[in-house]
């Protein structure tokens, strides 16, 4: 069972804030959604190993060819362009045409 | 020239013969857009300028007597959770409102330089989350086949533009039946390819291992011809597969005698619409006088399905969402006085009531204590789900199944109830968690004149023979 205090730290952890009314409503739903999420349970999956992805997957089944270790899927670390400054600062809220700006940090 | 008639094939045709210059057919579709769209709300921005520098250049050629790339001239729609360079990009969210992106999705990009012109970007849940498209940040779409019901979603917008004629095709992603399910609800096609066929760069990440991009068409010869320009290995997505890209209308039209047609008992059970069974059964009577071998076949563990996808995709979603904290681009709340009450303020304002209940679900089952029991659990149930399809297609070529268990719900109808609208995708999450491709294709109507959809699922990279399936249904349906 979530509880409202479960609710209050998990939107601290998310950054969010909600309303008297969201934390309400959140506790109903989460408690309906993982009360169904629960059956889950039902299974033993001691010796199954997790499923991070796909494409591992397709890796070890031999499902297809050409995916042998996905070794293309690596590149050299090397720098390469990347948006001009300009371009990356386009859509800042708050900069001063160097930085993104944000509220003061630190307090002196 | 009735524009409402024209396929991929067709509209690149009157632009090569001369029937018409792709200049006058966007001036034909913006007309439509302009007198339409209001009542649907399909969408939400449209690039008019980038079109008609689009339809000049393809115009230019065709005057030069070039050769024409293979989509030149078709006018397109593109869901807005694309980027698209100088065009508004907002995933349906108010926190992107004022989002111009600085670069263009790769398929975006390659379906450009294959000559497509882009009208506009598509309405959508808010980040791709939601299975009505009332979770759009803006404005619900209506289906255009009935106003008063929802067109499915996420992909809302793009189901729509195709099923209202104000797009000959569009672009969608599909996370856990965001193309396939609003394909269903508006009675057009929808095709989700194999995970890694085609190259996520510049979509905006719901949930990465789950997200999937592929078109929308008239017919499945359209989403066919589409693909053929979207698929391809392309460094910048490190999970795009490097397998060779086939011709995909090489087998379309192949006959289906013989075929093995899995039909899995799982996907016809309780909470089925009686019209939608009898609809999917004709369909699949069908394939069995075309000669295909109808082969009853079992996914025990589809009911976990549900359950599985939740966890995965909202695990996922919490993450790929952090980036939304008002600093380097989106809105942000001016009353937070310090840096984490900005951060809160922000995505308060910013993201609505169903993102909200995702990031929360996802941190939770992120979160110390509760790591093991939800997120390695269901990655775990996972694995047995794509093993389902696995040993079903050692027996069968192609699975048969409805893609929703109901036609087109009301709007509103679900909004209360988000574990009801959840079980609208129980029978598309399925091929998301596994990675497989599916289609969804028009199978007949309902008593109301509802839509209704059939989805085919193939093996690992299979289009060729999903395709070939959905063409012959839709061939048999239409005769």
Same mark, same amino acid.
């Given at each position: 069972?979530?509880?409202?205090?479960?609710?209050?730290?998990?939107?601290?952890?998310?950054?969010?804030?909600?309303?008297?009314?969201?934390?309400?409503?959140?506790?109903?739903?989460?408690?309906?959604?993982?009360?169904?999420?629960?059956?889950?349970?039902?299974?033993?999956?001691?010796?199954?190993?997790?499923?991070?992805?796909?494409?591992?997957?397709?890796?070890?089944?031999?499902?297809?060819?050409?995916?042998?270790?996905?070794?293309?899927?690596?590149?050299?670390?090397?720098?390469?362009?990347?948006?001009?400054?300009?371009?990356?600062?386009?859509?800042?809220?708050?900069?001063?045409?160097?930085?993104?700006?944000?509220?003061?940090?630190?307090?002196? | 020239?009735?524009?409402?008639?024209?396929?991929?094939?067709? =509209?690149?045709?009157?632009?090569?013969?001369?029937?018409?210059?792709?200049?006058?057919?966007?001036?034909?579709?913006?007309?439509?857009?302009?007198?339409?769209?209001?009542?649907?709300?399909?969408?939400?921005?449209?690039?008019?300028?980038?079109?008609?520098?689009?339809?000049?250049?393809?115009? *230019? &050629?065709?005057?030069?007597?070039? =050769?024409?790339?293979?989509?030149?001239?078709?006018?397109?729609?593109?869901?807005?959770?694309?980027?698209?360079?100088?065009?508004?990009?907002?995933?349906? !969210?108010?926190?992107?409102?004022?989002?111009?992106?600085?670069?263009?999705?790769?398929?975006?990009?390659?379906?450009?330089?294959?000559?497509?012109?882009?009208?506009?970007?598509?309405?959508?849940?808010?980040?791709?989350?939601?299975?009505?498209?009332?979770?759009?940040?803006? @404005?619900?779409? @209506?289906?255009?086949?009935? @106003?008063?019901?929802?067109?499915?979603? !996420?992909?809302?917008?793009?189901? *729509?533009?195709?099923?209202?004629?104000?797009?000959?095709?569009?672009?969608?992603?599909?996370?856990?039946?965001?193309?396939?399910?609003?394909?269903?609800?508006?009675?057009?096609?929808?095709?989700?390819?194999?995970?890694?066929?085609?190259?996520?760069?510049?979509?905006?990440?719901?949930?990465?291992?789950?997200?999937?991009?592929?078109?929308?068409?008239?017919?499945?010869?359209?989403?066919?011809?589409?693909?053929?320009?979207?698929?391809?290995?392309?460094?910048?997505?490190?999970?795009?597969?490097?397998?060779?890209?086939?011709?995909?209308?090489?087998?379309?039209?192949?006959?289906?005698?013989?075929?093995?047609?899995?039909?899995? %008992?799982?996907?016809?059970?309780?909470?089925?619409?009686?019209?939608?069974?009898?609809?999917?059964?004709?369909?699949?009577?069908?394939?069995?006088?075309?000669?295909?071998?109808?082969?009853?076949?079992?996914?025990?563990?589809?009911?976990?399905?549900?359950?599985?996808?939740?966890?995965?995709?909202?695990?996922?979603?919490?993450?790929?969402?952090?980036?939304?904290?008002?600093?380097?681009?989106?809105?942000?709340?001016?009353?937070?006085?310090?840096? =984490?009450?900005?951060?809160?303020?922000?995505?308060?304002?910013?993201?609505?009531? %169903?993102?909200?209940?995702?990031?929360?679900?996802?941190?939770?089952?992120?979160?110390?204590?509760?790591?093991?029991?939800?997120?390695?659990?269901?990655?775990?149930?996972?694995?047995?789900?794509? !093993?389902?399809?696995?040993?079903?297609?050692?027996?069968?070529?192609?699975?048969?199944?409805?893609?929703?268990?109901?036609?087109?719900?009301?709007?509103?109808?679900?909004?209360?109830?988000?574990?009801?609208?959840?079980?609208?995708?129980?029978?598309?999450?399925? =091929?998301?968690?596994?990675?497989?491709?599916?289609?969804?294709?028009?199978?007949?109507? !309902?008593?109301?004149? &509802?839509?209704?959809?059939?989805?085919?699922?193939?093996?690992?990279?299979?289009?060729?023979?999903? &395709?070939?399936?959905? @063409?012959?249904?839709?061939?048999?349906?239409?005769?």
């Amino acid at each position: 069972m979530v509880t409202d205090k479960d609710v209050s730290y998990v939107a601290d952890l998310a950054h969010l804030e909600l309303t008297e009314d969201e934390r309400t409503r959140m506790l109903k739903d989460l408690n309906s959604i993982l009360g169904y999420i629960d059956r889950l349970n039902e299974l033993d999956t001691t010796n199954v190993e997790p499923m991070a992805q796909v494409a591992s997957r397709l890796d070890e089944g031999g499902a297809t060819s050409g995916t042998e270790g996905f070794a293309y899927a690596m590149r050299a670390d090397e720098p390469r362009p990347s948006l001009p400054h300009k371009e990356a600062l386009r859509n800042a809220p708050a900069s001063d045409g160097v930085f993104f700006k944000v509220p003061k940090v630190i307090e002196r | 020239m009735n524009i409402d008639l024209l396929t991929v094939d067709s =509209a690149r045709t009157a632009v090569l013969e001369k029937q018409t210059t792709a200049t006058a057919l966007v001036d034909a579709f913006y007309k439509k857009i302009d007198a339409e769209d209001a009542a649907i709300g399909a969408y939400l921005t449209l690039c008019k300028e980038r079109a008609y520098q689009q339809a000049a250049r393809v115009d *230019a &050629l065709a005057d030069k007597g070039d =050769a024409l790339p293979p989509l030149a001239g078709v006018p397109i729609a593109v869901k807005d959770v694309f980027a698209t360079k100088d065009v508004r990009t907002t995933a349906g !969210s108010k926190i992107l409102a004022n989002f111009i992106s600085p670069y263009d999705a790769t398929v975006v990009a390659r379906l450009e330089a294959a000559g497509a012109i882009i009208l506009g970007k598509t309405n959508c849940d808010e980040f791709a989350m939601g299975s009505s498209n009332e979770n759009s940040g803006f @404005h619900p779409v @209506h289906n255009p086949r009935d @106003h008063s019901r929802v067109p499915g979603g !996420s992909s809302g917008g793009s189901a *729509a533009v195709v099923a209202a004629g104000t797009a000959v095709a569009s672009i969608g992603s599909d996370t856990g039946g965001s193309i396939r399910q609003p394909a269903a609800f508006c009675g057009v096609v929808g095709l989700k390819p194999t995970y890694g066929r085609v190259s996520r760069y510049g979509l905006i990440a719901f949930a990465s291992s789950l997200d999937h991009v592929g078109p929308f068409g008239k017919s499945v010869k359209d989403t066919a011809l589409m693909l053929q320009q979207m698929a391809g290995r392309e460094p910048l997505d490190s999970t795009s597969a490097d397998v060779p890209v086939p011709d995909y209308l090489d087998q379309i039209e192949q006959p289906v005698r013989g075929l093995r047609i899995g039909v899995p %008992e799982e996907y016809f059970g309780e909470g089925l619409d009686p019209e939608v069974r009898s609809a999917v059964e004709a369909g699949i009577q069908e394939l069995a006088k075309a000669g295909c071998e109808i082969v009853p076949i079992s996914l025990p563990y589809t009911k976990y399905a549900i359950p599985t996808y939740y966890v995965v995709a909202t695990a996922e979603a919490s993450s790929n969402l952090a980036r939304y904290d008002g600093v380097r681009y989106g809105a942000r709340a001016t009353d937070g006085k310090t840096l =984490a009450e900005m951060y809160r303020r922000t995505r308060d304002a910013g993201f609505g009531a %169903e993102v909200k209940r995702r990031i929360m679900l996802g941190t939770y089952v992120l979160s110390a204590g509760y790591y093991d029991a939800y997120y390695l659990k269901a990655q775990r149930v996972r694995r047995l789900l794509a !093993s389902d399809f696995d040993q079903a297609f050692t027996k069968v070529d192609a699975i048969v199944t409805p893609t929703t268990p109901t036609p087109a719900f009301k709007l509103g109808e679900k909004m209360n109830d988000p574990l009801a609208m959840y079980l609208a995708d129980i029978f598309t999450v399925t =091929a998301n968690l596994a990675g497989i491709p599916g289609i969804s294709i028009p199978c007949g109507k !309902s008593r109301a004149g &509802l839509p209704i959809g059939m989805q085919i699922l193939g093996k690992y990279f299979d289009e060729p023979m999903v &395709l070939r399936v959905g @063409h012959a249904v839709e061939h048999a349906m239409a005769g």
